[in-house]
């Protein structure tokens, strides 16, 4: 049916006519007066999640499929999108229809996830079934067919039978994943609650869960239906079963573990209660069973006998997602009736998580944000959040509805870069009407963020850089136990050639590594985030010679305040020390004066000691006395803190190694005059704990940096 001549329409076209509006239908005045939402006619309509789907005239003069998240009392509509056209191509493409009162409607499926399937017909007469997930991407790998039905859906979960074949087909939209979930069997009774999938057992009433990502049966219920159930609906803890359109029919608690005997006829299932349509009183009636007895039904609106035996999904619908019931009025708007059944506690139906290795630059899978779903049977608000490895908030999201899609870039809440390590996220919902709460919590590592100190690995452990006396320059890994564990080395180094392990000097989030050539010159070597070792000859560019008159060069982490590591460099003639800031666009800034450190024997570039977020250094007195200097943020340091006395005079090197043991906290590497290796593991407060021997034999090495 059509308005107008029809006209061919393109996929990419969809995107100019997906816009959605935000309207409200303001509140309700009561139950029994639902708010309209007007239309000038309805062809197929469902509802589950507070999403209500329809088949709609636009503004143009086409149908098209039309989503409108409602308001968890169903009494606003909080956005609205198209989720595909319904009318027809100029080759004959359109979707699949069934008669109905309004002509021929079209069967729709919402999964509760703003989500809706039907099936699209070809040119030749295929039927193709469709998930749309957005207002302009759908889902089509499914295979050809005719005299397609779906059978149910939930969350990323549906089932459809196909005339054609005798087969039905079980299968999972994922947003951001492939699936592997497909399964092809016989037509049989089906429903899915998440993953699980409810068919018929062996023998009367035996009704069987198989759960779709275990790829096993895990349960076999015994209903007590007098027969091999016909028809199933699964909602949480509710198993509506019948025997047939005018057989007996119940619903099982599988909580109480007992049967509840409902009216037979056909019936859609919501949370603890069911509606059918008594034509004969033009009548929806609701039928209460949450309290373990069926209540005797009662009206819950007018809705005529018309022509159509079977109105579910044509006229009205039920959210079974712990909302109430949708129906198309004879002014053709449609309205929601709340149950005023009360809802089983908020829970969760199930979820997808991303892999907990996150590498937010993407280098691995080219995916830059970690997306994970959880489905939830009710509406809720939700907040999710990211935390560091010592329990600082890193980023909160926040959202409302029963379908949950986090993502996260990798970055905290002011739009910088987490750093890079080990996370825990915690993911909290309140239900919207006030009964349950859900709390769920994992951990994941991200990598591709900023660098911690020293961290030229690229997930925030820090890396120690050694020399030994054949030119190898190697790369000291650790895997977070305090000690290093492995190592990449690059040959053709010179003697005298010093290291400065650094931090991104450009927009890659990848760790530079300075090196100064015995003749004085700098260079910057591109940082390769664990990716091989430095060579001589490997990727670089010079940052000017000279540098031979400082006897000194580390670095800190940021003294500027802007997120970027700086370097330190103390000139052997004068004892003062410069501050050559990272400009970020692979240079340094000419250097500045900050202070005079002629006497110090040792100066180390730390990191953050003390958890303000800016570098610190730590500098030995010639008494052996440690002290430290805390980053102001400005491109300066505060007065000196000590640290420990009479400390390391056995010392020969000092390293300021970055978070070596997992905690978070930037930790302290030294070598004595016997070539023996401790840790001491920094405390987050600006202190470290006692000594931990970790290595002996280092003597070997010409350069510890």
């Not at 999710?384 to 010592?390: L, N, P, S, W």
């Not at 910057?524 to 070792?533: D, F, I, L, V």
């Not at 400390?647 to 070539?675: A, E, F, H, P």
Request: charged share 20%.
């Amino acid at each position: 049916m059509t308005r107008r001549a029809r006209i061919a329409l393109t996929l990419v076209s969809l995107a100019a006519l997906s816009a959605g509006t935000l309207t409200s239908a303001g509140p309700a005045a009561a139950d029994t007066a639902p708010t309209p939402i007007a239309t000038d006619g309805v062809w197929g309509i469902d509802y589950a999640g507070g999403y209500l789907t329809s088949v709609e005239y636009r503004p143009d003069g086409e149908q098209y499929v039309v989503g409108r998240q409602l308001s968890p009392d169903g009494s606003a509509v909080l956005e609205q999108a198209t989720r595909g056209f319904a009318g027809t191509y100029a080759d004959g493409t359109h979707l699949q229809r069934v008669p109905c009162d309004a002509g021929d409607c079209v069967p729709l499926r919402s999964l509760g996830t703003q989500s809706v399937g039907y099936f699209r017909v070809d040119e030749y007469g295929k039927e193709r079934a469709q998930i749309w997930v957005e207002p302009n991407a759908y889902r089509s790998d499914e295979p050809d067919v005719t005299g397609g039905r779906f059978v149910d859906a939930t969350g990323r979960y549906y089932v459809y039978n196909a005339a054609s074949t005798g087969k039905q087909y079980v299968d999972a939209v994922n947003r951001y994943r492939a699936e592997d979930d497909r399964l092809t069997r016989s037509v049989t009774a089906a429903s899915v609650w998440g993953s699980a999938l409810w068919t018929p057992g062996s023998g009367n009433g035996v009704v069987t869960q198989y759960d779709l990502e275990g790829k096993k049966t895990v349960a076999t219920v015994s209903t007590g239906a007098p027969c091999t159930v016909k028809e199933l609906q699964v909602v949480g803890r509710w198993i509506y079963w019948n025997c047939g359109p005018t057989g007996a029919a119940g619903v099982y608690d599988r909580t109480a573990k007992k049967n509840i005997k409902v009216p037979s006829g056909p019936a859609l299932v919501g949370d603890g209660y069911l509606v059918q349509h008594d034509r004969s009183a033009g009548k929806l009636m609701l039928t209460d069973y949450h309290s373990g007895t069926a209540a005797a039904a009662r009206a819950i609106v007018d809705l005529p006998a018309g022509n159509t035996a079977d109105q579910r999904r044509l006229t009205w619908s039920v959210d079974k997602l712990g909302g109430g019931v949708a129906y198309v009025g004879a002014d053709h708007a449609i309205r929601i009736v709340p149950s005023g059944v009360p809802t089983q506690s908020l829970g969760k139906i199930e979820s997808d998580l991303d892999d907990n290795l996150f590498d937010a630059a993407g280098r691995n899978s080219g995916n830059m944000e970690w997306n994970s779903t959880f489905q939830l049977n009710k509406p809720a608000g939700w907040t999710f959040t990211v935390k560091d490895a010592q329990g600082r908030i890193d980023r909160t999201l926040k959202g409302s509805g029963t379908a949950i899609t986090v993502s996260w870039d990798g970055k905290t809440t002011s739009g910088a870069y987490a750093y890079n390590g080990p996370k825990t996220w915690t993911l909290t919902a309140t239900a919207a009407d006030g009964a349950g709460t859900y709390t769920t919590s994992g951990k994941l590592s991200l990598s591709g963020g900023r660098q911690g100190h020293h961290d030229q690995g690229g997930y925030a452990y820090g890396e120690l850089v050694t020399l030994n006396s054949s030119g190898a320059l190697s790369l000291q890994y650790t895997n977070g136990t305090g000690k290093f564990d492995w190592k990449q080395s690059g040959p053709g180094w010179p003697a005298g050639t010093v290291a400065v392990p650094f931090g991104d000097m450009g927009k890659d989030r990848c760790a530079e590594m300075l090196v100064r050539m015995p003749n004085g010159e700098l260079r910057r070597y591109a940082g390769k985030c664990g990716e091989g070792s430095y060579a001589p000859a490997s990727s670089h560019t010079s940052l000017g010679t000279g540098w031979n008159a400082y006897n000194v060069l580390t670095a800190p982490g940021d003294l500027t305040g802007d997120g970027r590591t700086d370097l330190l460099a103390r000139k052997a003639s004068t004892g003062d020390v410069y501050l050559f800031a990272n400009d970020g666009a692979s240079k340094l800034k000419p250097g500045v004066k900050i202070r005079s450190w002629a006497t110090y024997r040792k100066i180390v570039g730390a990191g953050d000691l003390n958890g303000d977020g800016f570098g610190d250094v730590l500098v030995q007195d010639k008494a052996g006395t440690l002290w430290r200097y805390d980053g102001t943020g400005t491109g300066q340091v505060k007065e000196r803190v000590k640290v420990f006395s009479n400390w390391g005079t056995s010392y020969n090197v000092v390293v300021g190694v970055g978070d070596i043991t997992g905690d978070g906290k930037n930790d302290l590497v030294s070598r004595d005059s016997g070539g023996n290796l401790y840790r001491n593991n920094g405390n987050g407060k600006g202190s470290f704990g006692a000594r931990t021997k970790i290595a002996t034999g280092w003597q070997a090495y010409k350069g510890v940096f």
